[in-house]
Protein backbone atom coordinates (compact mmCIF):
# COMPACT_ATOMS: atom_id res chain seq x y z
CA UNK A 1 0.00 0.00 0.00
CA UNK A 2 1.17 3.12 -0.97
CA UNK A 3 1.74 6.31 2.08
CA UNK A 4 0.81 9.02 0.19
CA UNK A 5 -1.67 8.98 -3.19
CA UNK A 6 -1.43 12.46 -4.80
CA UNK A 7 -3.84 13.61 -7.16
CA UNK A 8 -5.63 16.89 -9.15
CA UNK A 9 -2.83 17.67 -11.54
CA UNK A 10 -3.05 18.35 -14.96
CA UNK A 11 -2.76 20.79 -18.48
CA UNK A 12 -4.07 24.32 -17.15
CA UNK A 13 -3.50 27.89 -18.85
CA UNK A 14 -0.97 30.22 -17.40
CA UNK A 15 -2.97 32.44 -14.99
CA UNK A 16 -5.72 29.47 -14.12
CA UNK A 17 -5.44 27.32 -11.13
CA UNK A 18 -5.84 23.66 -10.01
CA UNK A 19 -6.31 22.09 -6.43
CA UNK A 20 -4.09 19.41 -5.47
CA UNK A 21 -4.64 16.53 -2.96
CA UNK A 22 -2.85 14.01 -1.28
CA UNK A 23 -4.02 10.82 0.51
CA UNK A 24 -1.75 9.52 3.42
CA UNK A 25 -2.13 5.72 4.14
CA UNK A 26 -2.08 6.42 7.94
CA UNK A 27 -2.34 9.19 10.24
CA UNK A 28 0.37 11.72 10.38
CA UNK A 29 -0.61 15.05 10.23
CA UNK A 30 -0.74 15.56 13.74
CA UNK A 31 2.70 14.24 14.41
CA UNK A 32 5.00 15.48 11.79
CA UNK A 33 5.64 18.39 9.73
CA UNK A 34 4.09 18.08 5.93
CA UNK A 35 5.23 19.77 3.08
CA UNK A 36 4.61 19.76 -0.97
CA UNK A 37 7.52 19.16 -3.40
CA UNK A 38 7.69 19.46 -6.84
CA UNK A 39 10.08 18.31 -9.38
CA UNK A 40 10.80 19.65 -12.97
CA UNK A 41 11.92 17.79 -15.93
CA UNK A 42 15.79 18.13 -15.04
CA UNK A 43 15.88 19.12 -11.99
CA UNK A 44 15.99 18.17 -8.30
CA UNK A 45 12.99 17.90 -6.10
CA UNK A 46 12.70 21.40 -4.33
CA UNK A 47 9.86 21.57 -1.26
CA UNK A 48 7.18 24.07 -2.29
CA UNK A 49 5.24 24.58 0.54
CA UNK A 50 5.11 23.42 4.47
CA UNK A 51 2.14 23.25 6.80
CA UNK A 52 3.76 22.41 10.72
CA UNK A 53 0.97 20.71 13.28
CA UNK A 54 0.26 23.43 14.97
CA UNK A 55 -1.12 24.67 11.00
CA UNK A 56 1.86 27.55 10.27
CA UNK A 57 2.39 27.11 6.57
CA UNK A 58 5.64 28.16 5.01
CA UNK A 59 6.26 29.05 1.30
CA UNK A 60 9.15 29.17 -0.79
CA UNK A 61 9.20 32.77 -2.44
CA UNK A 62 8.31 31.83 -6.42
CA UNK A 63 4.88 30.37 -4.95
CA UNK A 64 4.33 33.02 -2.22
CA UNK A 65 1.00 34.71 -2.22
CA UNK A 66 -0.02 32.26 -5.21
CA UNK A 67 -0.32 28.47 -3.71
CA UNK A 68 -1.95 28.00 -0.35
CA UNK A 69 -1.52 24.35 1.64
CA UNK A 70 -3.70 23.19 4.33
CA UNK A 71 -4.82 19.79 5.72
CA UNK A 72 -7.83 17.54 7.10
CA UNK A 73 -6.32 15.23 9.33
CA UNK A 74 -9.90 13.67 9.88
CA UNK A 75 -9.43 12.92 6.67
CA UNK A 76 -5.78 11.96 6.56
CA UNK A 77 -5.46 14.31 3.38
CA UNK A 78 -3.36 17.87 2.57
CA UNK A 79 -3.70 20.11 -0.13
CA UNK A 80 -1.93 22.90 -2.28
CA UNK A 81 -4.66 25.07 -3.74
CA UNK A 82 -2.69 26.76 -6.76
CA UNK A 83 -3.89 30.11 -8.19
CA UNK A 84 -2.12 32.09 -11.38
CA UNK A 85 -0.21 29.40 -11.93
CA UNK A 86 3.16 29.89 -14.46
CA UNK A 87 4.47 27.73 -17.11
CA UNK A 88 7.55 27.59 -14.61
CA UNK A 89 5.07 26.33 -12.09
CA UNK A 90 5.11 22.76 -14.53
CA UNK A 91 6.45 19.53 -12.59
CA UNK A 92 5.75 16.93 -10.93
CA UNK A 93 4.58 17.02 -7.48
CA UNK A 94 4.67 15.34 -4.91
CA UNK A 95 3.86 15.44 -0.67
CA UNK A 96 5.61 13.82 1.92
CA UNK A 97 6.81 14.99 5.38
CA UNK A 98 8.73 17.95 5.18
CA UNK A 99 11.87 15.52 5.68
CA UNK A 100 10.96 13.32 2.88
CA UNK A 101 11.23 10.52 5.88
CA UNK A 102 8.75 8.01 4.43
CA UNK A 103 8.23 6.57 1.36
CA UNK A 104 6.91 9.04 -1.60
CA UNK A 105 4.45 8.32 -3.86
CA UNK A 106 3.91 8.27 -7.68
CA UNK A 107 3.18 12.48 -7.60
CA UNK A 108 0.57 14.15 -9.82
CA UNK A 109 1.90 16.00 -12.84
CA UNK A 110 1.01 19.69 -13.51
CA UNK A 111 1.67 21.44 -16.72
CA UNK A 112 0.85 24.86 -17.56
CA UNK A 113 1.38 25.95 -21.26
CA UNK A 114 -1.02 28.04 -23.31
Known amino acids: QEQFVESGGGLVQPGGSLRLSCVSSEHIGGFYAMAWFRQALGKEREWVAK???????NYVNSVEGRFTISRDDDKNTMYLQMSNLKPEDTALYYCNTFSGYLPWGQGTQVTVSS
Open 51 to 57: IIPSGLT
